[in-house]
């Protein structure tokens, strides 16, 4: 065997060797990853919209469903989805009329499409830990129809069989193609001036 067709055979070993290990290490990995559901019922998302004038409105939207994978008492991966059909309004719940025209307002084509995109969902991509309970949040949020990055400054508390975290994420809606009253795509809007942010405080709790 000449020196070059050694090298080559020694190099496709080596190769072989640590592609088989890291297999390996993948499968154990995997086998003490312990998973954690989202408990739907005890997790809340809530929203706060704002226009030009200061003049915010509140409210929440469910959970649906998702789960936090951890390995060695850290978070590596998780997901969850909400139910966007459910979003309601708090701060008008003396007005009635107003609260429906609201809620009706936000779950139609011309914020959330709720009919045609009824979930949104959030995939945690990385997540950097800067103290036991202090850790950014980096993953990818789709909602009607739209995918983009967020990174975001997350407590989290770990327990025997329960996790529970909270985050307040500042998000530009026009990321996501909703258009409706901002000064980016429509001029002279005056009071109907609608801020690009709004905010989500997330509330989760997942027990194994």
Not at 135 to 142: A, F
């Amino acid at each position: 065997m000449n020196s070059k067709l050694l090298v080559m055979t020694c190099a496709a070993l080596a190769l072989s060797a640590n592609t088989a290990l890291a297999k390996k290490m993948d499968k154990a990995e995997k086998a003490a990853t312990e998973i954690y559901k989202i408990d739907a019922q005890a997790s809340t998302v809530e929203w706060i919209g704002s226009k030009a004038t200061g003049a915010q409105h509140n409210g929440t939207i469910a959970i649906k469903e998702g789960q936090l994978e951890v390995l060695n008492n850290e978070i590596k991966s998780g997901q969850f989805s909400t139910q966007m059909d459910t979003l309601t309004n708090k701060d008008l719940e003396g007005s009635p009329e107003y609260k429906t025209k609201l809620e009706t307002h936000l779950k139609s084509e011309d914020f959330f499409h709720v009919t045609k995109y009824p979930e949104a969902n959030f995939k945690i991509k990385s997540i950097k830990k800067k103290s036991d309970t202090e850790i950014t949040v980096k993953g990818d949020l789709t909602m009607i129809g739209k995918t983009q990055m967020i990174e975001f400054p997350a407590t989290v508390k770990m327990e025997a069989n329960q996790i529970t975290g909270t985050a307040d994420i500042k998000l530009d809606r026009t990321k996501w193609n909703l258009k409706y009253g901002s000064g980016k795509f429509f001029k002279n809007l005056g009071d109907k001036l609608i801020s690009d942010e709004f905010s989500l405080k997330l509330n989760l709790v997942a027990k194994k």
